[in-house]
């Protein structure tokens, strides 16, 4: 699965413990997701979502993988 979570950190010029903090879970756990090496929980695909003030699928999308 890869995502779009580095681009929308950018975007709001936020590091990945901001983002970390503002949704409850470590920066090694950003880190991993942004670099395709953890796939988060539906309810962390979520907060993340929401927090961007976007829809899961703007942020997350499958690969053909998956």
């Given at each position: 699965m890869?995502?779009?979570i580095k ?8 590091t990945q ?7 409850g ?23 993340i ?5 976007k829809?899961?699928?703007?942020i ?7």
């Amino acid at each position: 699965m890869k995502n779009t979570i580095k681009i929308e950190r950018a975007l709001k010029n936020i590091t990945q413990e901001d983002l970390a903090k503002k949704i409850g879970v470590s920066r090694q756990t950003i880190n991993a997701m942004e670099a395709g090496k953890y796939v988060p929980s539906t309810v962390l695909a979520l907060k993340i979502a929401k927090y961007f003030d976007k829809k899961v699928e703007d942020i997350f999308e499958l690969e053909i993988e998956d």
